[in-house]
């Protein structure tokens, strides 16, 4: 079994604005701690809740793939690219920034929150065009397993990125088992989204975290109808 080091819930940073209250897995803007930079090619994963009608303003970034994934609400995202959307939960959405761009992201309710997870992760190489791309994935597909949602070739339909990662997401109802393999030379992260999972004996709770870096076969066990998103990183 491989070994892996637990990030709790708990221990992440925390940004409350009022309207945005935001916890940083990783060091996110205020938000500094050397010993968690990111994990890999992972930079940021921040689990945001927004007030209804508000959101961030029209912003900048550059040489960052950058992945949404909505849980409650919907989430409305406008760039510089020409693309207007709505994200809603079980969308998956990337924008790879390349050589620059600009967005906003709103909470597209005036009544309901709307609560998600925005993921960066550092491209292979700088610059290139900026792109878009959302998708779709139903409970059913991620129900019992882990369904593959973004990967460098965008194969079996998922949303691609321009980095050598495979992100699942799977839905793991009490006792359902997810086996999962670190091949030599990768790592993984493994954050649960909702609910419970246990993990090499360890019991981790929504926004809990855990990073395996080394080689070797694990297998996630749904508790409290578990939600989870496993990064296989190079």
Avoid at 2 to 16: N, Q, V
Avoid at 33 to 46: E, K, T
Avoid at 171 to 184: M, Y
Wanted: no cysteine; net charge negative; proline share 4%.
């Amino acid at each position: 079994m491989p070994a892996m080091k637990i990030r709790r819930a708990g221990e992440r940073g925390l940004a409350d604005h009022g309207w945005l209250k935001s916890f940083h897995t990783f060091s996110f803007a205020d938000y500094f701690d050397p010993a968690h930079m990111g994990f890999r090619a992972l930079r940021v994963i921040n689990e945001d809740r927004v007030a209804p009608g508000k959101g961030f303003g029209t912003h900048a970034h550059r040489d960052m793939e950058i992945v949404s994934y909505v849980l409650e609400g919907a989430l409305e995202h406008k760039d510089s690219m020409g693309t207007g959307s709505i994200i809603k939960p079980g969308d998956v959405q990337r924008m790879s920034a390349g050589t620059g761009v600009t967005h906003s992201e709103q909470n597209a309710s005036k009544t309901d929150l709307v609560h998600f997870l925005q993921i960066w992760i550092v491209p292979t190489k700088p610059g290139g065009k900026p792109a878009y791309e959302q998708k779709t994935f139903t409970p059913d597909e991620k129900r019992g397993k882990l369904r593959l949602v973004a990967s460098r070739d965008g194969r079996d339909g998922s949303v691609s990125v321009q980095q050598d990662v495979s992100l699942y997401a799977g839905l793991l109802d009490t006792g359902e088992r997810a086996p999962f393999e670190v091949k030599p030379g990768r790592g993984a992260w493994v954050h649960v989204v909702r609910g419970a999972i246990e993990l090499a004996g360890s019991s981790l709770a929504a926004g809990d975290a855990a990073a395996i870096d080394e080689a070797g076969t694990f297998e996630i066990t749904g508790k409290d109808n578990g939600e989870v998103l496993v990064f296989d990183l190079a």
